[in-house]
């Protein structure tokens, strides 16, 4: 796989010498346990948008590293959980996959190592909080993942992934959401499309201190689940249930690779 089209200012500095602003390489690198061969990439890993808008329209941010990256954790992610637990079928495999690589996780990963403090950001993200912000770090973790891997190859990037992900997948358990499964439906759709499911309540019958409701949840597959409860909470999470049931006899492949 080719390099990406490399910087043009930031490299010329990287290259003679001097350090591109005040963020400190020694000190990601030591955090991903990852030394790069080209420095460009992992500058451009941690540029963002704005820092590239405000000070070089020509040059590279790291956006196309995050589409790399995100396709990259999303393999090794699979074949950890493929490894992990050899007697999961397709669908909990799935599940499994979709915590260790959801956002929320990515952002405890990127806060446990300071990422935002490495960013180079454009002023206006700085003024509003950009090195804290959730989706930043979400993005700039992924985009490091797509820069060690053009610069080391799969190997590297598992490297890394094992020293960075080392209590994520420690903790990993499909039972983890045994007990919260609009929790684990939400946690799914939201990795996988990018979209919360939609619940809404189809009847209520019965009298007012016995009554039974029955809702449904539909995904943005256009999976349906349905459930009844005697309040309208419980029916949500009988739908959301039923919705994971069917995701997991299907064994459909929605996650990314």
């Not at 500095?13 to 005040?22: D, N």
């Not at 991903?32 to 990439?41: D, K, S, T």
């Not at 992900?165 to 684990?184: E, H, M, V």
Request: net charge positive.
């Amino acid at each position: 796989m080719s390099e990406p089209r490399k910087p043009t200012s930031l490299s010329r500095r990287v290259s003679a010498g001097r350090p591109a602003g005040p963020r400190n390489y020694e000190a990601v690198q030591a955090k991903l346990g990852y030394r790069f061969r080209r420095m460009a990439l992992l500058e451009v890993a941690l540029r963002h948008p704005s820092a590239r808008f405000e000070s070089d329209p020509a040059g590279e941010d790291n956006q196309r590293l995050e589409f790399l990256g995100d396709a990259v954790l999303g393999l090794i992610a699979t074949v950890h959980v493929y490894d992990a637990f050899p007697d999961l079928d397709e669908g909990r495999l799935t599940v499994l996959r979709s915590h260790l690589t959801s956002g929320k996780a990515l952002a405890v990963i990127a806060a446990s190592i300071q990422l935002g403090a490495h960013l180079d950001l454009g002023k206006g993200e700085e003024l509003t909080g950009g090195r804290l912000r959730e989706s930043i770090l979400v993005a700039t973790l992924e985009a490091l993942f797509g820069a060690v891997y053009l610069d080391g190859g799969i190997s590297a990037a598992q490297r890394v992934f094992k020293r960075l992900f080392k209590t994520a997948c420690r903790t990993l358990s499909i039972d983890k959401w045994a007990s919260n499964p609009k929790g684990q439906l939400q946690d799914i759709s939201q990795r996988l499309w990018k979209h919360t499911p939609r619940y809404r309540l189809l009847s209520r019958k019965g009298p007012a201190h016995a009554g039974i409701f029955t809702a449904e949840v539909a995904l943005p597959n256009r999976m349906r689940g349905v459930g009844t409860g005697r309040t309208r909470k419980e029916a949500e999470a009988a739908a959301a249930a039923d919705a994971l049931n069917l995701l997991r006899q299907t064994g459909r492949k929605t996650g990314s690779v």
